[in-house]
């Protein structure tokens, strides 16, 4: 799948490049510095809350942020939304692991996420691939109409700031990065990277993360 970005992506054994975000849990920031020294981290970075593949990614982060600290490997996530927007979401679909909002997407371009070109033959190949990536619709559907199956059973309302992230973002891919603690990236997962359009949507299984955590910590 062609594809756009400032960089190509992260890899194992580069350095982390820093960030400092506006933290969506609490006031204040948060930044790559704030674990440098201190331990490592899986750093997962999202699109905005359109995406209903990020939502429950992040729903199920809170899940595998346990199984990490028992490694002692921390978890962040990054959403790319307006911190004011994620903060009203998060309300009322609390989550148990930290955040940090990036509306910009400067995370996105620092570690080199990939923005597929919207070509014919993208539109034309999201209405033929099918796919159920997070297991909860009865049957697959062609990729193009999985969004919607997806916000109709979460009761999903999008915002005004989460149609304006969807018009700028689409169709932004997502990827997570274990990074030690002196901050070199460790292990990277993207999305789309292994099965192309199949992969969309898709997030690491708890083992995959468990097992890199595992590899890093010894």
Same mark, same amino acid.
Request: include cysteine; glycine fraction near 8%; charged fraction near 20%.
């Given at each position: 799948?062609?594809?756009?970005?400032?960089?190509?992506?992260?890899?194992?054994?580069?350095?982390?490049?820093?960030?400092?975000?506006?933290?969506?849990?609490?006031?204040? +920031?948060?930044?790559?510095?704030?674990?440098?020294?201190?331990?490592?981290?899986?750093?997962?970075?999202?699109?905005? %809350?359109?995406?209903?593949?990020?939502?429950?990614?992040?729903?199920?982060?809170?899940?595998?942020?346990?199984?990490?600290?028992?490694?002692?490997?921390?978890?962040?996530?990054?959403?790319?939304?307006?911190? @004011?927007?994620?903060?009203?979401?998060?309300?009322?679909?609390?989550?148990?692991?930290?955040?940090?909002?990036?509306?910009?997407?400067?995370?996105?371009?620092?570690?080199?996420?990939?923005?597929?070109?919207?070509?014919?033959?993208?539109?034309?190949?999201?209405?033929?691939?099918?796919?159920?990536?997070?297991?909860?619709?009865?049957?697959?559907?062609?990729?193009?109409?999985?969004?919607?199956?997806?916000?109709? %059973?979460?009761?999903?309302?999008?915002?005004? +700031?989460?149609?304006?992230?969807?018009?700028?973002?689409?169709?932004?891919?997502?990827?997570?990065?274990?990074?030690?603690?002196?901050?070199?990236?460790?292990?990277?997962?993207?999305?789309?990277?292994?099965?192309?359009?199949?992969?969309?949507?898709?997030?690491?299984?708890? @083992?995959? %993360?468990?097992?890199?955590?595992?590899?890093?910590?010894?």
């Amino acid at each position: 799948m062609a594809t756009i970005e400032s960089r190509p992506p992260l890899q194992p054994g580069e350095p982390a490049p820093d960030f400092t975000l506006s933290a969506v849990d609490r006031d204040g +920031t948060v930044s790559l510095a704030d674990y440098r020294g201190k331990s490592p981290l899986l750093l997962a970075v999202f699109r905005g %809350l359109w995406c209903p593949f990020c939502r429950r990614a992040i729903a199920q982060m809170g899940v595998t942020r346990q199984k990490l600290q028992a490694l002692g490997v921390e978890t962040l996530g990054i959403v790319a939304t307006k911190p @004011e927007n994620a903060r009203l979401y998060f309300r009322f679909h609390p989550t148990r692991v930290p955040l940090a909002a990036d509306p910009e997407l400067i995370t996105h371009r620092a570690y080199g996420l990939p923005k597929p070109p919207v070509t014919p033959e993208l539109m034309q190949a999201l209405q033929v691939v099918r796919g159920n990536p997070t297991g909860e619709l009865p049957e697959p559907l062609p990729l193009a109409e999985v969004g919607s199956a997806l916000d109709r %059973l979460h009761g999903f309302e999008p915002t005004e +700031t989460d149609r304006d992230d969807f018009q700028r973002q689409y169709p932004q891919l997502t990827g997570q990065f274990l990074v030690d603690r002196n901050g070199i990236v460790r292990w990277v997962g993207i999305e789309c990277a292994q099965e192309g359009l199949a992969g969309l949507g898709k997030f690491p299984i708890d @083992e995959e %993360l468990v097992a890199a955590a595992r590899a890093l910590t010894g």
